[in-house]
């Protein structure tokens, strides 16, 4: 066990490095089992397609970015695990694992887009066949292009993950501009170093405030019934020196009416065209108390979580998890044996409630239609190099 605590850390210093939530090790994927936060710190290694859907499935892994760094590597882990002999072979265990893997969740987007990214891209690559060419038996030809081809997957997952440590870097830079009169900074779940490849969205905002020697003081929500932000928010900011308040989701509302509060910022699983932004349940009711109390509401993610096949909010689909999230609290059971319960895991903020996006390719205000277009056809410009100078 690692104590979490190093309250002591100098804040003006840049962000020290911290165990990675997750990272290639060279034949397999280490993640922070974060499950087991905040009273152990372990490390899980997986090197098993069926141990990465556990891992998602059961929320050792989780955020949206980091969903989609971790699935994108673990295509490459279960690509391994299959080990193919042929070219066809492979194309068929990677249609198993764009489902097996992409699937385990269904609405944080970053999932399943990373992991088509990765092997449309890796079975796209012109070159995969020149060695064919060039071999001289059919079998030394194969044996070469399933290894290119494994050589792309990784490069393509890899590149995942990087570009989304570049993405929150972003992210934070514009969120600390943004936020610059906010001092106490309400948030929701976890959208963090730990549900990232890099420093988190809406809490790189907040990293990057403290960085700069900004004063910041979180106030993090429970999160029932996984207590994203009473364990996995609280422990990183404490972690990284940040001052953070553990509040329940129920007072929130009435600690922004108090005026207790400058703005909120949250995280997103799934934004759609219209910027109705899908998020841990019960962001939907931060909103609500933020346009009540006339304080901004903020959405951080980036452009990777806006999926422009959604032309509104009611088309994401919303995953409903085990009841018994609801009934129990560890060993504990806290309804009465016999009731019901529901465990929807997201809800749905209105765009009419969101203030800004805060993207990798800028702060996104209303009409957010249009400003999501125009984000995104930057992005493919600048990934294309068709921008103009
Ligand atoms: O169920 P979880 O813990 O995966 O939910 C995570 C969230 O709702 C986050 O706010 C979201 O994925 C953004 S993470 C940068």
Redesign the pocket.
């Known amino acids: 066990m690692i104590s979490p605590a190093r309250l002591d850390r100098d804040m003006t210093a840049p962000i020290p490095a911290l165990t990675p939530t997750l990272r290639w090790t060279g034949d397999s994927v280490e993640i922070i089992d974060?499950t087991r936060l905040p009273s152990e710190l372990c490390l899980l290694d997986v090197r098993d397609a069926a141990t990465a859907v556990d891992a998602i499935e059961r929320?050792a892994i989780?955020?949206?970015?980091?969903?989609g760094a971790f699935g994108a590597l673990a295509v490459v882990v279960g690509f391994d695990e299959a080990a193919p002999r042929s070219l066809d072979d492979a194309r068929s265990v990677l249609e198993r694992l764009r489902t097996q893997i992409g699937d385990a969740?269904p609405?944080?987007v970053?999932l399943r887009w990373a992991i088509d990214r990765t092997i449309d891209t890796a079975l796209n690559a012109s070159a995969l066949n020149t060695s064919a060419l060039n071999a001289s038996a059919l079998n030394t030809s194969d044996m070469a292009d399933t290894a290119t081809l494994r050589e792309r997957l990784l490069v393509e997952a890899l590149a995942v993950g990087a570009e989304d440590a570049k993405a929150?870097a972003e992210i934070g830079r514009l969120g600390r501009e943004v936020l610059a009169d906010a001092t106490t900074i309400a948030t929701?779940?976890?959208?963090?170093r730990l549900?990232?490849a890099g420093i988190?969205?809406?809490?790189a905002t907040v990293y990057a405030k403290a960085a700069a020697g900004d004063p910041v003081r979180v106030l993090a929500s429970e999160?029932r019934p996984?207590l994203?932000g009473a364990r996995?928010t609280a422990w990183e900011l404490a972690d990284a020196g940040v001052d953070v308040s553990v509040v329940a989701d129920g007072a929130m509302a009435s600690l922004i009416a108090g005026g207790d509060v400058d703005a909120v910022i949250?995280?997103?699983?799934r934004i759609a065209a219209n910027g109705d932004t899908?998020?841990?349940?019960g962001?939907f009711a931060h909103a609500l108390a933020a346009a009540d109390a006339g304080i901004g509401f903020y959405v951080?993610?980036?452009t990777t979580?806006i999926d422009p096949a959604m032309a509104s909010g009611d088309q994401i689909v919303i995953?409903h998890?085990n009841p018994d999230e609801i009934h129990h609290a560890g060993p504990s059971r806290l309804t009465p044996e016999g009731v019901h319960a529901m465990n929807p895991?997201?809800d749905v903020t209105p765009n009419r409630l969101i203030t800004a996006i805060i993207t990798d390719a800028g702060v996104l205000r209303p009409p957010f239609d249009e400003a999501i277009a125009e984000a995104l056809r930057t992005d493919l410009a600048a990934q294309t190099g068709n921008g103009t100078c």
Do not use: I, M, S, Y
């Not at 988190?200 to 809490?203: F, I, K, R, V």
């Not at 949250?266 to 699983?269: L, N, P």
């Open positions: 974060q929320l989780r955020g949206a970015p980091a969903l969740r609405t944080a970053n929150c929701h779940c976890n959208a963090g549900a990232t988190g969205t809406a809490l999160t996984l994203q996995l949250v995280g997103a699983d899908a998020n841990k349940v962001t951080a993610a980036p979580t995953e998890r895991a997201f």
